[in-house]
């Protein structure tokens, strides 16, 4: 890895030639699969991601030269879903390099200005502020609760507008927030096992509130204390995704900071990516940083609570839930910490439970962080693939272990008519739990 003094190490040389071109992501790829096109499939990707590293470092390209427009978009229709890495024998680490890509794309590419200023305030101020989240929810709050989102949806402005699908896309605004518990500690029932520190994500805290209590709920009734450190941040999964590494490192930062590690064993949270993303908080950082050591020690803490308990193991009575289930892997916990195991074993311990496997559950639902706001279209065609191996399992229940995830299925549900309840997997342990 090279350095770079705002955005941390840059990959290098061998990181693109690691690439053999043997084509064995290619049907892993969702854009591949969908398009066919070389230029949106990984190795095309890489290819083309190596062009720019080459004419970079010969100085053939001039760093403030523009990049075309190609590159630009196959690099922006990539999901980040990082199942080529999965499927690559020849250990290509994707995920790293589209994200440097994307930041070259950021400090390259002319966009005008007021996407630039809009870009600007949602990747660095508007994720790192909960006032900001928190006005923004009771704005969305008015229009989803006082009939207009009923009326707009009713006269079809939004679809005259080309908002239809976007406005199914948002989530449900919560009535508490959970920013309201930071700098809680809840006690576990019974004998102390362990003592958790729980992520708590932004957007979640006023979008996922319930899940996050149901989370704390099942950690407690299995015996851990959980803390919810107060001046934690956004774990910056959006920005890096986006190319704001600069951004990125600065809320790593911050969660470096109010975690304490010697009082943990385990940062656990309940969002694959951005569990994804606090495992690797030491790619953020070059070795000669301060902040180096200390994010790997941080990453080697961290646990996405699906994996957490299920090595911990479950010392709650589970009820009976006479539900038949199915499970879409978060690309994140799958191909970004490679668990599949850990929440499928949780999900077959719930007495009764009837556990079916969705077809093709590795392919990505077209959630992809901003992925579903930013390329709508394609993210909607993968959905209704999706859809419909979901249907096909005749399950009720769709679970799966990001909140991301549940906004794009639930969206799917909505939009193909269909009547399945999407669930994160701890909240079924919940509901087994406290057997409502
Ligand atoms: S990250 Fe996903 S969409 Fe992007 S190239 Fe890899 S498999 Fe394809
Ligand atoms: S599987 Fe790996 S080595 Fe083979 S083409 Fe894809 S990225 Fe390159």
């Keep these: ?16 030639t690691r690439c053999i071109h043997c084509g064995l992501c290619l049907n892993a790829c969702p854009t591949y699969r969908l398009w066919n096109l070389e230029a949106d499939s990984p190795r095309g990707r890489i290819q083309q991601m190596f062009r720019v590293f080459q004419g970079e470092s010969s100085g053939q390209s001039q760093p403030e030269a523009r990049f075309s427009q190609g590159f630009v978009d196959h690099i922006n229709k990539c999901l980040d879903c990082r199942a080529c890495e999965t499927a690559c024998p020849s250990g290509v680490e994707y995920g790293k390099l589209v994200e440097h890509a994307r930041a070259r794309i950021e400090r390259r590419y002319e966009r005008s200005w007021i996407a630039q200023v809009a870009r600007n305030f949602f990747f660095r101020d508007f994720l790192s502020a909960s006032h900001f989240i928190e006005d923004a929810a009771r704005v969305f709050r008015l229009y989803q609760r006082s009939g207009i989102q009923a009326v707009a949806r009713g006269i079809g402005i939004l679809k005259l507008f080309g908002l239809a699908e976007r406005d199914r896309l948002l989530p449900q605004i919560d009535g508490d927030f959970f920013f309201n518990r930071f700098g809680s500690t809840f006690a576990p029932v019974g004998p102390r096992r362990a003592r958790v520190a729980f992520f708590a994500g932004c957007i979640a805290n006023v979008t996922f509130s319930r899940l996050n209590e149901a989370t704390i709920r099942v950690l407690t009734a299995n015996g851990c204390e959980v803390v919810v450190p107060k ?6 999964a959006l920005s890096a995704h986006a190319g ?46 301060l902040e180096h050591a200390q994010a790997r020690a941080f990453a080697a803490k961290t646990r996405d609570v699906a994996e957490f308990l299920a090595d911990l193991g479950l010392t709650a009575k589970l009820g009976s839930l006479r539900l038949r289930v199915t499970y879409q892997d978060s690309c994140h916990l799958l191909h970004g910490q490679k668990i599949r195991e850990a929440p499928r074993k949780l999900l077959r311990g719930i007495p009764d439970l009837d556990f079916v496997e969705l077809p093709h559950s590795e392919i990505c639902c077209g959630s992809a962080g901003t992925y579903n706001v930013t390329q709508t279209e394609t993210s909607l065609q993968l959905l209704a693939e999706k859809m419909r191996h979901a249907q096909s399992t005749g399950a009720e229940t769709i679970a799966t272990a990001n909140p991301g995830c549940i906004l794009q299925l639930r969206a799917g549900v909505t939009l193909h008519h269909l009547n399945q309840n999407v669930l994160h997997v701890v909240e079924l342990l919940d509901r087994a739990i406290s057997g409502r």
């Design 1 to 16: 890895m090279s350095q770079n003094p705002n955005s941390g190490p840059s990959p290098v040389y061998e990181d693109y």
């Design 231 to 236: 001046e934690q941040s956004c774990c910056g």
């Design 244 to 289: 704001f590494r600069d951004a990125a490192r600065g809320f790593a930062r911050k969660n470096l900071e109010a975690f304490q590690l010697h009082d943990f064993d385990a940062i656990v949270t309940n969002a694959a990516g951005c569990g994804s993303t606090m495992k690797e908080y030491d790619h953020l950082f070059s070795t000669h940083e």
